[in-house]
């Protein structure tokens, strides 16, 4: 045990002595969190909507201005033919456009039936659809408005309550998400080069002679990155709270508990990388580069998970991120407690043994 | 240039001596580009529903099924209570609760209007939104439903009618796909640019052999084009690759012209290299250069428009993204490939990452002393 | 002493409040193997860097090859080779390649390199070697091809810091015909070591201590100046007032 503590000790003051390092690691998350908690959103707003109007009657002039009243929308109606939009599109100064055709109005005062025609670019599919699906509504609506005998006789009429989530900010799902996206990487990334530093630097020689139980060294090489971890893990989270007003709904201290646990399996997945490789660089790539886009992918925070096919969301299963971006969107906005998080913790301390016990047998065959 | 071709030899030999780093730089971005699009989907396809069915009626079960049989929603289970169907939502297993008062035939019935309850899992936005205003469609729909019911016949003449058609251009189906595989193309191409060339320099330090090289009377300019050069061979091998993965696995070819797609995929890693070199002139080992750049490059893939719209960001927002070279480039990628934009199209983009170029490798060239 | 080919005069380097190089004076002649000793941290490595311009100096004036270090340090890295006291060959690169890229960044031609590798590899005898990897060698003949390499373009000055650490006896015997191969042929060698028994090889040593010359002289002046009758002792009698000790 004192044999530990001396050995912690000498991996603190290596920690310790490189302030850069230091001040990087603990620096580049926050400014993340904020940065991204600002300004992600899976929200489609400030769309520049192209309008042709070649009908200029009252109908038309109408349904423009609830457009224009929307927040959605930002009209330009300096096009007056088909072909600037062409142009327009090709240039990307334009990404959808609606159309009224000649005698729009009196065709839906005569004949109850008028035509409007909406092109998207369908190069971000996302707006595409949201463009469609806005614009339709307003449609609808304003045609019910303008129909007579709107009044039904029967009315069921729904009353939505947006739980979680009552003012329905657009990042919400994304402060979860990246908390566990940026922890996930920066502790996976930390001990990834702890081992193999020594490897490289040959230093690792005199570790080997030494009296130290193999499992003291991989323990003693995570334990400073533990607790600067978890330094960091409290800055962001008060940062969540504080600068982007994220209601904790939940038991800090169960989120500190998981939030551990998390950060313990991060730093055993990194020492497994540390001993399966032969040099920072490789290390390094693997952990940072290699994780990068998987980790963003398949927390499931920006793409939906069941949308995938069966072998991703089996992939998904063995990437720990994925299972505490569940664990802090139950603690942290639905303020659940352990009983509906349990088996994703379960999970975790999983991973974590697994991945100790893949890093401590690979160590052990550098010892031979 | 004789010295140039010197340095050249030796970092292409370093380079493919290295299979590991090799292996990296040409098949794992080949992997994701042809696995990753298949998991990069937004599209709102089922959106859970908890039924809580208070009044067991005619009408309540119609409007179940209705709900049901839409296509947008999977009725999971039908809960005795909210409070029973809120724990589908906590768990994650429902997006949605319907909750349909007691009463509510015989109060529709009687006074022509009733409440029903819509309680949403509003954390994931999209899902939110979208699901919602299904619902409420579906709602809508059901009650011209039984107002025709009633009534039995339509009255023609006094209601009138919008037609509304849209057409997605460059993808009529608006499918993922033509949005997404772009993207991890660029992100491929910057993770490689960005990253490996971060790393070298910085080993070089870490080695102690840049002290050999500084003792000796390379130009400094030379010495970072004799590390950039090589990285954008590779980058740009990897950008074929990219392009053959995406037309055999996606069905997905250039529009545009091929030799504007190179001209700016070729403009495009000069600026991340420089990147990469720049960050390694001012880092002093790999952790500190792969955590500097990796704080760049989480902000260029998640800021620029690769996944998410650049417009809805806030103002400030948009202009950090018109700082990072990767929204020009992403943008432009689109434009050629999948509208076919031509170069008067795309000027403008071409001059930005011309001057990104320029100003980091200069600050590059600038920032590595040969004498401290 | 009419060609001087390192002329220092009190140079000085300062980093913050801490003197590592203090008013240093001394030249160092054409084809001289001159010896510079002095105990961990003393100053030897910083001056041997401000003299191969790696570094700038803060005060004092000092030419190499008749190059000022303040201004000229590219014409001077022209002129000199330089070995460090970590080993800086590429150790992903084979001999060969070590040479001919070393070659090439000093402006020699394919056809020259060619020539001169052939000639140096048969000359270590590392035929058998000469397309492994450096990494693969053995410390000794690492230092060995690292000295060569340093001297591969034929420059006026070759700067060793510490090139015997860790080396055994018989090479370093080695190590040191190579050295006096290379002045004879007219190349200046510049040393620093810790091995007392190489100082005697050198023609004039310089001892410093705490950041100042304390002394410089043929080692013989220097043995009968202190009255003793070995390299040691005089190191010893110098040193041992020393305030700094390790790096």
């Known amino acids: 045990m004192k044999q530990l503590l001396v050995f912690i000790r000498k991996e603190f003051f290596h920690v310790f002595r490189d302030k850069r390092t230091l001040l990087i690691m603990f620096g580049l998350p926050v400014v993340q969190i904020v940065l991204f908690g600002f300004a992600l959103t899976s929200e489609v707003k400030n769309i520049t909507l192209t309008v042709i109007d070649q009908a200029r009657d009252v109908n038309a002039t109408q349904i423009i201005n609830k457009i224009k009243s929307s927040s959605y929308f930002i009209v330009d109606e300096s096009a007056v033919n088909y072909d600037e939009v062409t142009t327009a599109f090709k240039k990307g100064t334009a990404k959808c456009a609606l159309i009224f055709p000649t ?21 971000d599919p996302n707006m595409a659809k949201t463009v469609v699906n806005y614009l339709t509504a307003i449609l609808t609506a304003y045609q019910q408005e303008i129909s007579p005998g709107t009044q039904l006789p029967y009315r069921i009429i729904p009353e939505q309550r947006m739980l979680y989530n009552e003012e329905g900010n657009g990042s919400l799902n994304f402060i979860p998400g990246v908390m566990a996206l940026v922890l996930m990487l920066v502790c996976t990334a930390l001990t990834s080069v702890a081992v193999v530093r020594e490897k490289e630097l040959g230093t ?12 003291l060294v991989l323990l003693a090489k995570a334990v400073p990155y533990l607790v600067l971890s978890l330094a960091n893990f409290t800055l962001i989270l008060l940062l969540a709270v504080f600068v982007l007003d994220v209601d904790v709904k939940g038991s800090i201290l169960l989120l500190f508990l998981v939030s551990t646990l998390f950060i313990i399996a991060c730093l055993s997945i990194g020492l497994m990388i540390s001993n399966t490789t032969n040099s920072q660089q490789t290390a390094l790539l693997l952990s940072m ?68 016990a893949v890093a401590l047998k690979n160590f052990k065959i550098r010892l031979s | 240039m004789k010295v140039l071709r010197f340095i050249l ?65 999977r009725i999971i289970t039908a809960s005795p209570s909210f409070h029973e169907a809120l724990g589908y939502i906590e768990r994650e297993q429902a997006d949605v609760v319907l909750e349909i008062p007691p009463g509510f035939e015989r109060n529709l019935v009687r006074e022509g209007a009733q409440h029903v309850g819509v309680s949403i899992d509003a954390i994931n936005g999209t899902k939110a939104a979208l699901g919602g205003s299904y619902l409420l469609n579906v709602i809508a729909d059901y009650n011209q439903h039984i107002r025709l019911n009633e009534r039995g016949k339509y009255v023609p003449g006094k209601g009138v009618n919008i037609d509304i058609t849209y057409s997605n ?9 033509f949005y997404v595989v772009p993207a991890v193309m660029v992100l491929l191409l910057t993770l490689i640019a960005g990253f490996l060339s971060a790393l070298n320099i910085v080993r070089e330090k870490e080695m102690g052999t840049i002290e050999q090289i500084n003792v000796t009377p390379i130009k400094k300019w030379q010495f970072i084009l004799g590390k950039l050069i ?34 700016f995929a070729a ?56 700082l990072t070279p990767v929204t020009h480039f992403v943008k432009v990628v689109r434009m050629i490939v999948l509208k076919g934009s031509g170069f008067a199209d795309v000027q403008k983009e071409l001059l930005y990452l011309v001057v990104f170029a320029i100003v980091l490798n200069s600050w590059a060239i600038w920032n590595y002393r040969k004498t401290s | 002493m009419s060609d001087k080919v390192i002329i220092c005069e009190a140079l000085t380097k300062q980093f913050g409040d801490f003197v590592a190089v203090n008013h240093i004076s001394f030249d160092v002649g054409k084809g001289e193997i001159f010896g510079f000793l002095g105990a961990n941290g003393a100053g030897k490595t910083t001056a041997m860097r401000i003299l191969c311009g790696l570094s700038y100096p803060s005060s004092g004036k000092a030419t190499v090859a008749g190059f000022d270090v303040y201004k000229q340090q590219e014409s001077i890295k022209k002129n000199i080779g330089y070995m460090s006291q970590k080993f800086s060959l590429y150790e992903n690169l084979t001999v060969l390649e070590n040479i001919e890229f070393f070659g090439g960044v000093y402006g020699l031609s394919s056809a020259e390199i060619r020539r001169r590798s052939d000639r140096l590899v048969n000359k270590l005898g590392l035929t058998q070697e000469a397309k492994k990897l450096v990494g693969a060698l053995p410390l000794g003949w690492k230092q060995k091809l690292a000295f060569s390499v340093a001297i591969f373009h034929d420059p006026q000055i070759v700067f060793l810091d510490e090139p015997t650490g860790g080396v055994d006896p018989i090479t370093r015997r080695q190590f040191w015909d190579m050295i006096y191969e290379a002045a004879a042929a007219g190349i200046t060698v510049f040393v620093t070591t810790h091995y007392m028994d190489e100082a005697e090889y050198c023609n004039r040593i310089t001892v410093m201590v705490d950041g100042k010359v304390e002394a410089l002289d043929t080692p013989g002046h220097l043995k009968a100046k202190f009255g003793v009758g070995s390299m040691d002792e005089v190191f010893y009698q110098l040193a041992r007032g020393a305030k700094r000790s390790a790096d």
């Open chain 2, 9 to 73: 030899k030796k970092e292409f030999r370093q380079i493919f001596r290295d299979k590991t780093i090799l292996a990296m730089m040409l098949v794992m971005p080949t992997v994701q580009l042809i696995i990753l699009p298949l998991a990069m989907n937004f599209d709102v396809k089922n959106v859970n529903v908890a039924v809580v069915d208070n009044d067991h009626s005619t009408l309540s079960q119609q409007l179940i099924n209705k709900v049901g049989a839409s296509g947008y929603f």
């Open chain 1, 103 to 123: 005698g729009f109005g009196n065709d839906l005062q005569h004949a109850g039936q008028a035509q409007v025609q909406i092109l998207t670019d369908g190069s």
């Open chain 2, 267 to 322: 403009v495009y890693l000069v600026a991340m290299l420089g990147f990469g070199l720049l960050v390694s002139t001012y880092t002093d080992n790999q952790l500190q250069a792969m955590f500097v750049a990796f704080f760049f490059v989480m902000i260029f893939m998640l800021m620029s428009g690769l996944f998410t719209a650049v417009d809805s960001m806030p103002r400030w927002a948009q202009g950090i993204a018109a």
């Open chain 1, 289 to 356: 580069m290699g994780m990068m886009i998987p980790t963003l992918i398949f927390t499931g925070f920006m793409f939906p998970l069941e949308n995938m096919p069966w072998i991703f969301q089996w992939i998904s299963y063995v990437v720990p991120s994925r299972w505490y971006f569940l664990i802090i969107k139950a603690v942290m906005l639905k303020g659940l407690g352990f009983s509906y998080i349990w088996k994703e913790t379960l999970v975790l301390l999983g991973m974590t043994v697994v991945a100790l």
């Open chain 2, 230 to 263: 090589p990285f954008w061979v590779v980058g740009l091998v990897v950008f074929t690759l990219a392009l053959m993965v995406a037309r055999v696995v996606y069905g997905i070819w250039p529009v545009g012209s091929f030799a504007l797609l190179y001209l």
């Open chain 1, 204 to 215: 690792m020689e005199i570790l080997l002679v030494s009296p130290f139980k193999p499992l």
């Open chain 2, 169 to 177: 251009w460059y993808n009529p189906l608006a499918e993922y796909r």
